[in-house]
């Protein structure tokens, strides 16, 4: 059995295209992304992984109206949601919507912050 046999396609492309050394420090960032969000939330919820908008369409309410969607979506439901960020000019966005910092932690070397929201009452 080849090392491409048992590691992730996913993991390999990361190797091949960035090295070990970073390979290791994205998968060590990634691992703690995942602990914090074990130790936040429990229960059912949603877990709003990727939010990006390209520079040329930001400031233009896209990333809102990407959030209402998914936020809606959590309403109908019942469910809270939650995210991660490390960039600082997105927490007022969500504190917009609503989702509050839970937890703070730097993640090596990226201020990572755990954000919940709880969804609305009808």
Known sequence: MGLSEVLDPGLLRLLATCGLR????LWAQELEITRMHERMITGDHRYLVVLTVRP?????????????????K???????????T??????????????????????????????????ARA
């Open 56 to 72: 040329s369409h930001q400031d233009q309410g896209v990333a809102s109206a990407l959030l209402s969607i998914g936020l809606g």
């Open 22 to 25: 970073s390979a290791l420090h």
């Open 86 to 119: 490390n960039v600082e000019d997105n927490v007022a966005l969500y504190r917009r919507r609503d989702f509050e910092v839970v937890e703070q932690a730097d993640n090596h070397g990226f201020p990572t912050r755990g954000m919940v929201r709880q969804p």
């Open 74 to 84: 959590c309403d109908e439901l019942g469910m809270p949601a939650y995210l991660e």
